[in-house]
């Protein structure tokens, strides 16, 4: 298995553009999570979508940002438009809810950079 | 407040010697406590689930406990591949999500 598969690798925009992350689970993983990565707040959950269905978005920062999951085997993760507060490292997950909600396989992230 | 505690925030070893992460949680009616491996430039790699106080897992020179309060991941003779974060976590008490500390960052010397 390819594992989880994120696009791009890196990002570089200027503040006020729209950017779009990319995101492929793991076939046959029901659960994905889109979390954001920063030195000073650590791992943090913005959204996690169950059977392609948002179940909590409680962390998503605000309007700015939106995701989607269109069917099981693709996401996306908006930001529009894009601050400097918002560089950081985004990392999909994904996991079979059957075999162990928490039990979380992360994709390899998404470094944007927003000058 | 729910919260995972890890320390020290970093850790530095010589290869062969041995030592213990700490990992603390505020949780209530916890339903898991799970430890995952952060290389440099990757996500984040699930290692155990520890579910019950007394519970033991292992893997390799790692070695995961479990008691009402904390979590400890025991290192024995470490090699400095085993250099990475590691980072718990637990799942929130009301909601369907999972809290992460912010991670013990371990370098083993040769």
């Known amino acids: 298995d390819a594992g989880v598969i994120q696009s791009p690798r890196h990002e570089v925009t200027e503040m006020g553009q729209e950017v779009t992350l990319r995101c492929k689970p793991i076939?046959?993983?029901?659960?994905l999570f889109w979390y954001r990565q920063t030195m000073m707040r650590g791992l943090e959950l913005l959204i996690y979508f169950n059977n392609n269905v948002p179940i909590d978005d409680s962390g998503m920062p605000e309007d700015r940002f939106s995701a989607k999951m269109p069917n099981a085997s693709f996401s996306t993760l908006k930001i529009q438009p894009s601050e400097p507060r918002d560089s950081a490292v985004y990392f999909c997950?994904?996991?079979?809810?059957?075999?162990?909600?928490?039990?979380?396989?992360f994709g390899p992230g998404t470094r944007l950079t927003v000058t | 407040e729910d919260q995972v505690t890890q320390s020290p925030e970093a850790l530095r070893l010589q290869e062969g010697e041995s030592s213990s992460l700490n990992c603390s949680y505020t949780v209530s009616g916890l339903r898991g406590l799970f430890w995952y491996r952060q290389d440099p430039g990757k996500g984040p790699e699930f290692l155990f689930t520890?579910?019950?106080a007394g519970e033991e897992k292992e893997k390799e020179r790692l070695k995961a406990t479990l008691t009402k309060k904390e979590s400890f991941l025991h290192i024995t003779a470490p090699k400095p591949e085993d250099s990475a974060t590691y980072l718990c976590?637990?799942?929130?008490?009301?909601?369907?999500?999972?809290?992460f500390g912010s991670g013990t960052r371990l370098s083993i010397r040769p």
């Open positions: 076939s046959g993983h029901n659960s």
């Open positions: 976590a637990a799942p929130h008490s009301s909601a369907s999500k999972i809290i």
């Open positions: 997950a994904s996991s079979a809810t059957l075999a162990g909600f928490y039990e979380q396989y």
């Open positions: 520890l579910y019950s």
